[in-house]
């Protein structure tokens, strides 16, 4: 099963596999191994990024209260670790260990998915349906901090599948740190 890419804005409209992208559990996944889930949050990272760490919790208590729904979070690290050492795949480990993270951790090594997804900053969330369509693209919320948020942009695009709703707001304007490719 591939991934479509609506035009939702600067993501090119391309469908998307990917395989063989290395946990930090130590199992490799590819587009397949979510094929169950019917909401799949693929969510671009980076271990030294203020930002994408800042939503470490928050990812957590979405994954846990919207995994009845259908909800799968999938983080990938594209960075580079020669340009960028916090990235490498033994910090993504502990990243993981430290944070409790209870979805999968991936190296995307090459930035393979990250290109081809459109990604140009740590976080940057793509959200997609069962029929891994892009619905939503953009920041998790209005906010680099969790404690000053006024919209959860990822929340209410998640709520809007749950109920069966096309996303209010398809689109918004993802902020942190540039990946480092």
Not at 17 to 41: N, Q
Request: some cysteine; proline content about 6%; glycine content about 8%.
């Amino acid at each position: 099963m591939g991934i479509d890419v609506i035009d939702v804005g600067p993501s090119p409209a391309i469908a998307i596999e990917f395989e063989g992208l290395k946990g930090v559990d130590g199992v490799r996944y590819s587009l397949d191994s979510f094929e169950h889930m019917p909401i799949l949050a693929v969510i671009v990272t980076g271990n030294a990024c203020p930002t994408a760490k800042a939503w470490d919790s928050e990812l957590i208590k979405l994954q846990r209260d919207y995994f009845g729904h259908g909800l799968q979070i999938v983080v990938v690290n594209p960075n580079n670790q020669y340009l960028s050492p916090q990235d490498t795949f033994d910090c993504m480990v502990k990243r993981t260990a430290n944070a409790g993270f209870n979805f999968p951790y991936l190296k995307d090594e090459g930035a393979v998915l990250a290109r081809r997804l459109g990604a140009f900053v740590t976080p940057q969330v793509f959200l997609f349906d069962a029929g891994r369509k892009l619905r939503y693209t953009g920041r998790i919320a209005d906010s680099r901090r969790p404690a000053a948020v006024m919209r959860y942009d990822l929340k209410k695009a998640i709520d809007d599948l749950v109920a069966g709703r096309k996303v209010e707001v398809p689109q918004t304007e993802p902020f942190g740190c540039s990946l480092v490719l």
